[in-house]
C-alpha cells in the first residue's frame, strides 16, 4: 500500500510539473509592484489577462503567497466573511434604544421573538445567533451585573438604585428576561452535568457571559411575581387583551423556570406537577399569539462583532414559532413521560424503557435525555458507590435471565465466613461478577440515551467492551465450576457446561451487534448495492441469537427438572425467567425471518460492483 501511494505521490508531480511547463509564459513577480513615487499600482487588468490563460479549475502558486494568505486575503472586505466590514453608511454598533417606551404589544411581540431565539438555543444554534443577538438580552448582560438590581438594560445609576423609575412594559420585560436567562442557566448545567457532545447536541459557549449564574432562583422568581401583580392590577379596557398575554407569558416563563430547576433529587410528585403547569399555561401563550408586535430593530446580527469576530458573520437563527410551539408541546410531554424509568424496578426493565424512550418521533431533546440520565443515575447508582445495593441489580438480572432459583444467588451465601466453604467463595466470585459488569452495563446505558446518530457510534464502541467482558466472565464461570460441582450436558457425546454469567454478557452483546445493524437502516449508512448482504448478516445475527437463547432455555429446563416440589415463589421465578426468554425467541425467529425475505427482494448489484 505505501509503494501505491508513493506511486500516486510521484505521478501527481510529474503531472504538475507538466502544467508548469505549458504556462511557462507567465510571470509571476516575487516582489511588491511599486512605482517610483512607491505608490500602489492598479493590475487587475493584468491579472484578469494573466488569469484567463488559465482553464477552469487550474492554479498558479508563488513562494511568498501562501493557502494561509489566500484564505485570508478572502476575508478582507468581504461581507459574508469579514464580521467587522461596514456598508455604505452601516454604523458599527446599533443604534436601537432600549430605554424607549413600548407598546403592551411590542412586550409580547419580543417575548415570543425571545422565546424563538430560545428554543433555537435549546436545538443546537450557538447563543450569537440566538438569544445573545437581542438588543435588551446584551445591554442587561455586559457589563455583567453584580446585583439583581443592576441586571437591566439601562445601566444609569439612578434607575439601577430604583427599578420603580421603569416604566410598566419595561419592568414587565426585564422580569421575563431575568426569567429567560436563567432558565438557561439551568439548561446549562443540568447538560453540563450528563454525558452530551459539543455543538452535535448542544453548544454551550457563553462567550465570556454569564447566564446569571450568580444569582439565586428565588430572586428571580419575586421578580416574576412582582411583575405579575402588575399586570394584573391593569383595569384599562384597551389593554386588557395585552394583560392576558402578558401574564400568560410571564406564568409560563416561571412555570418553565421552576421546571428546569428541579433535579433528580426532588420528588417525581413534584417534577410531574411542574411540567402540567408549563402546559397548562403555554396554551394560553399560544392563543394570543396574535396579539403581539414584533420589533425586529431590537434584534440585531451586529452583536456578533463582540462575541466572536474570529469567525465569519452569521445569520440569526430564529425558529418560526410554530416550530417553537412543537418543540414546546414536545418537552412538556417528554418531561412527564420520563419520569416513567422511576418505576421500572430492573435494569433489563431500563434499557427497554430508554429504548422506547429513544424511539419517539422527533427524538426527545438533548434536555430530556441529560434528564433521563440523571434520573437513572439516582435511582440505579450504576457509578458504583452502594456497592451492596448495585449487586442486587445485577443478580436479579441473572435469575431473570439464566439463573432462576438458583443457589448461586441464595442471599444466604454472603452470611458465611468460613473462607473454605464453597458458599462463601460463590458469594465472593458473585460479587466480583457484580463490580465488574457495572462499567459495562452503565456505558450501555449511556450510549442509548444520545442522539441516533451517535447511539450507533457508541455501540460500536460499547459492543467491543462486552466482547472482552465475556471473556473475563467465562474465567468467573471456570471458577464457579470448581465450588459447584456442576455436571456438564451431554449431546452427541459432546460435554456442554452452562457458563450462566458469560451466557449472560453474550446475550446482551448479541442484541446491541442487532441494534447496530437495524440503527444502519434507519440512519440510511448503506449503499444499495450493500442491501442484500446487510439484509443476510442482520438474518444471521438474529439467528445466533435464537440458538443461544434456544441454549439457556435448555439449561433453564434442566435446572427446573432438577427440582422436585417447588414452592410458589420459585414457581413466579421459573414462570417469569420462561416467559423472558420465550419472548427473546420470538423476537429473534421474528427478525431473521423479515430479514431473509428483504434479502431476497433486495435490488441486485449494480453493474459497476460486478
Known amino acids: 500500500m505505501a509503494a501505491v501511494i508513493s506511486n500516486l505521490s510521484l505521478a501527481q508531480e510529474t503531472s504538475d510539473e507538466k502544467k508548469s511547463n505549458q504556462f511557462s509564459s507567465i510571470t509571476v513577480k516575487k516582489s511588491a509592484v511599486t512605482t517610483s513615487s512607491g505608490k500602489g499600482k492598479d493590475i487587475t487588468d493584468e491579472f484578469s489577462k494573466a488569469a484567463s490563460a488559465l482553464p477552469t479549475g487550474e492554479l498558479l502558486k508563488d513562494d511568498f503567497f501562501t493557502l494561509f494568505e489566500a484564505v485570508g486575503a478572502l476575508e478582507i472586505m468581504d461581507s459574508k466573511m469579514d464580521s467587522g466590514f461596514l456598508e455604505h453608511g452601516d454604523t458599527l454598533e446599533d443604534v436601537y434604544d432600549v430605554s424607549r417606551e413600548l407598546l403592551p404589544e411590542e412586550v409580547v411581540g419580543i417575548m415570543d421573538s425571545l422565546l424563538c431565539l430560545e428554543i433555537a438555543w435549546y436545538m443546537g444554534h450557538p447563543l450569537s445567533v440566538t438569544l445573545f443577538s437581542s438588543v435588551y438580552i446584551d445591554k442587561m448582560l455586559w457589563p455583567e451585573p453584580k446585583t439583581i438590581e443592576q441586571a437591566t438594560f439601562v445601566r444609569s445609576h439612578e434607575l439601577a438604585s430604583d427599578q420603580s423609575k421603569l416604566s410598566t412594559p419595561q419592568m414587565v420585560l426585564r422580569a421575563y428576561c431575568l426569567g429567560l436567562l436563567k432558565t438557561c442557566d439551568c439548561v446549562l448545567d443540568r447538560i453540563s452535568r450528563q454525558t452530551y457532545y459539543e455543538e452535535e447536541d448542544f453548544c454551550t459557549n457563553l462567550y465570556n457571559r454569564s447566564l446569571l449564574r450568580s444569582f439565586d432562583a428565588g430572586e428571580i422568581c419575586t421578580a416574576l411575581e412582582a411583575a405579575l401583580d402588575t399586570v394584573k392590577e391593569w383595569t384599562d379596557t384597551e389593554t386588557a387583551h395585552s394583560s392576558k398575554a402578558l401574564v400568560s407569558r410571564l406564568e409560563y416563563r416561571e412555570a418553565l423556570l421552576k421546571a428546569m430547576m428541579t433535579d433528580g433529587s426532588s420528588n417525581t410528585v413534584e417534577r410531574t406537577s411542574r411540567w402540567h403547569d408549563c402546559s397548562k399555561s403555554f396554551d394560553t401563550v399560544i392563543a394570543t399569539y396574535d396579539l403581539g408586535v414584533e420589533v425586529p430593530e431590537s434584534f440585531s446580527p451586529k452583536i456578533q462583532r463582540r462575541l466572536a469576530s474570529s469567525v465569519p458573520p ?72 452502594e456497592q451492596g445495593k448495585l449487586k442486587e441489580y445485577f443478580l436479579e438480572e441473572l435469575r ?20 473454605h466453604d464453597d458458599r462463601y467463595r460463590i458469594f465472593q466470585v458473585m460479587k466480583r461478577f457484580a463490580v465488574t459488569v457495572s462499567e459495562p452495563y452503565y ?37 464457579l465450576r470448581q465450588h459447584t460441582h ?46 442484500a448482504f446487510i439484509y443476510w ?27 422436585g416440589s417447588i414452592t410458589s415463589e420459585q414457581q413466579e421465578v421459573f414462570e417469569r425467567c420462561s416467559f423472558v426468554l420465550l419472548f427473546k425467541a420470538e423476537e429473534s425467529v421474528a427478525t431473521a425471518h423479515l430479514a431473509e425475505a428483504l434479502c431476497y427482494v433486495s435490488p441486485p448489484p449494480s453493474s459497476t460492483f460486478q
Open 537 to 563: 448478516y442482520l438474518q444471521h445475527l438474529a439467528t445466533v441469537h435464537y440458538k443461544h437463547v434456544e441454549r439457556i432455555i435448555t439449561f433453564v429446563r434442566r435446572k427446573r427438572s432438577r427440582i
Open 486 to 531: 456442576e455436571k456438564a450436558l451431554v449431546e452427541a457425546g459432546e460435554e456442554i457446561w452452562e457458563y450462566p454469567l458469560s451466557s449472560w454478557a453474550y446475550e446482551i452483546k448479541l442484541q446491541q451487534m442487532i441494534w447496530i445493524v437495524q440503527l444502519g437502516f434507519e440512519l440510511e449508512v448503506y449503499h444499495q448495492e450493500e442491501l
Open 443 to 479: 456505558n450501555l446505558i449511556r450510549a442509548l440515551t444520545m442522539n441516533r446518530s451517535r447511539i450507533r457510534r457508541m455501540l460500536c464502541h460499547v459492543v467491543l467492551e462486552w466482547d472482552g467482558l465475556q471473556i473475563e466472565l467465562e474465567e468467573l464461570d471456570a471458577e
Open 314 to 385: 452569521r445569520p440569526i437563527m430564529q425558529t418560526e414559532f410554530g416550530d417553537t410551539s412543537a418543540f414546546l408541546e414536545r418537552l412538556h410531554e417528554d418531561g412527564l413521560v420520563v419520569e416513567g424509568v422511576l418505576k421500572c424496578d430492573k435494569l433489563s426493565s431500563v434499557v427497554t424503557f430508554v429504548s422506547v424512550f429513544q424511539a419517539r418521533n422527533p427524538q426527545p431533546s438533548v434536555i430530556m435525555r441529560c434528564q433521563l440520565q440523571e434520573l437513572i443515575l439516582s435511582k440505579f447508582n450504576l457509578n458504583g458507590r
Open 400 to 419: 431473570e435471565l439464566v439463573l432462576p432459583a438458583d443457589f448461586l444467588l441464595d442471599p444466604a451465601n454472603g452470611l458465611v465466613e468460613t473462607p
